[in-house]
């Protein structure tokens, strides 16, 4: 990374304004999430943007942000600034992480390709989610030397479990990231108004059909199954045929004619998730890598206290960008009693509700060693590929620094809840 990647990215947006260059994706939230709307499908939007219930969670998670101000020092040399981190015994240029997210096609076709390349550029690590829409040998091979993780959806198979972890880390994960908020689906409203749930379409579900326990289970599946009467055929449900022959490994032609696609597409709705899960599995897990692992969901301190109990290396203080359980608390309300219970035994990263660099400033103030962004990387997706989610992300960093520097101070370290001011809300 650039020694000053504040001034060198705001510089060459200015430089470009002034040959006619406007800069490809907005840097103001607003304008940034409008731009993605209007390059995705409604129903595409809708997966992306849309949160739990009435979506109070997702609503406190920027509230929680605004409860904080930053107190800026003056005359205290800022002119060199340094926002690289260590973290599982790696040094990273910056404390920022492409967050998990699933079906990204919905986003743009590069998808999970696109924001690999993307984070292989910046320096950031890129988790593969257990719902991407390619599987995690293809874009961690597409990014060699790239800092590759993989997030871990618990399914009711522990040998598809033990496959999917086996497979990530001979790819070259680094980290095993154990996702605990979302062992049910949360009630969406977005989705449930338009019917739409990108699985039901054989859409983000490559990590599974390109596994070999799942293909298994989905032949057994069919060995066992009296032929299934074929649907009614109406427009809506040969675009889903289409789209689950698109989506299945092998000629499209072929899955048109085989019941795999959609027989995969039964099994993955039954094998998805274990409601039943409870801290003595993770030793399943804990026994078969020798990853690094980190839950992520946690909000509770208890639970904290916990996840180290356990056997975790590292905890993720989220709850889903909002989109699980509706009137939840905040993720950065979370933070501090959890930083403090925690008391550096292992590292606290944080998600849910980052739109600027100041935010990341204050979760970082609050404790976090890192944080996740979700949604500003996946609209700059959808606006122009792996292009378009770089430059949310550097625009991000730039803002870091810049703020960093603003703020009086030079490194990752200075930042401790000195540096803030609580707002009576
Ligand atoms: C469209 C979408 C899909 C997501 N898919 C996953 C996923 O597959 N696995 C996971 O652990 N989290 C997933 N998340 C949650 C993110 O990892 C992260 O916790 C959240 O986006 C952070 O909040 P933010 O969007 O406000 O930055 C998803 C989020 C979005 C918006």
Redo the contacts with the bound molecule.
């Keep these: 990374m650039a020694a000053s990647i504040g001034r060198d990215t705001q510089s060459s947006i200015y430089r470009g304004g002034a040959v006619g260059r406007k800069p490809l994706v907005p840097a103001s939230w607003d304008a940034l999430e409008a731009a993605a709307r209007a390059s995705m499908s409604a129903d595409a939007f809708a997966?992306?943007a849309g949160s739990a219930g009435r979506e109070k969670t997702t609503d406190a998670?920027a509230a929680a942000f605004d409860a904080w101000q930053i107190v800026p020092r003056m005359l205290r040399d800022v002119g060199s600034r340094d926002l690289s981190i260590d973290l599982f015994g790696r040094n990273y240029p910056s404390p920022v992480i492409a967050?998990?997210?699933?079906?990204l096609e919905l986003a743009h076709p590069e998808a999970d390709l696109g924001i690999a390349r993307a984070t292989a550029i910046l320096g950031i690590p890129y988790v593969a989610?257990?719902?991407a829409s390619i599987a995690l040998e293809e874009t961690f091979a597409a990014t060699p030397g790239a800092s590759h993780w993989f997030?871990l959806y618990w399914s009711s198979s522990d040998d598809l479990v033990e496959s999917l972890v086996g497979r990530a880390e001979k790819a070259g994960a680094e980290a095993i990231v154990i996702?605990l908020d979302?062992h049910m689906l949360g009630w969406r409203p977005r989705d449930l108004d338009v019917a739409y749930l990108p699985f039901a379409h054989g859409l983000g579900i490559a990590q599974y059909t390109s596994d070999p326990v799942f293909r298994r289970l989905v032949a057994d599946r069919i060995a066992s199954t009296a032929p299934s009467s074929t649907p009614r055929i109406n427009v809506t449900v040969l675009r889903t045929l289409l789209d689950m022959s698109r989506h299945y490994p092998g000629s499209f032609w072929s899955n048109l004619r085989s019941k795999e696609p959609r027989t995969a597409v039964d099994v993955f709705l039954e094998v998805f998730s274990r409601s039943s899960l409870t801290w003595k599995n993770l030793d399943f897990v804990r026994s078969r890598t020798k990853l690094p692992i980190l839950l992520?969901g946690i909000q509770h301190p208890d639970d904290a206290e916990l996840a180290i109990k356990h056997g975790a290396d590292g905890i993720i203080v989220?709850n889903?960008?909002g989109?699980q359980l509706d009137r939840a608390i905040a993720s950065l309300d979370a933070l501090p009693a959890i930083v403090a219970k925690v008391n550096e035994r292992v590292p606290v990263l944080f998600?849910?509700?980052?739109r600027s660099g100041s935010d990341i400033l204050i979760a970082l103030a609050l404790g976090a060693t890192a944080v996740?962004?979700?949604?500003?990387w996946?609209y700059g997706l959808a606006i122009g590929g792996t292009a378009g989610a770089e430059a949310v992300l550097r625009n991000l960093l730039a803002e870091l620094d810049l703020n960093l520097g603003l703020s009086g101070n030079t490194r990752i370290s200075d930042l401790t809840p000195d540096i803030l001011d609580r707002v009576a809300r």
């Design positions: 997966y992306v998670n967050a998990p997210v699933g079906v989610s257990n719902q997030q996702t979302t992520k989220s889903h960008g989109r998600d849910s509700g980052i996740l962004v979700g949604r500003p996946v």
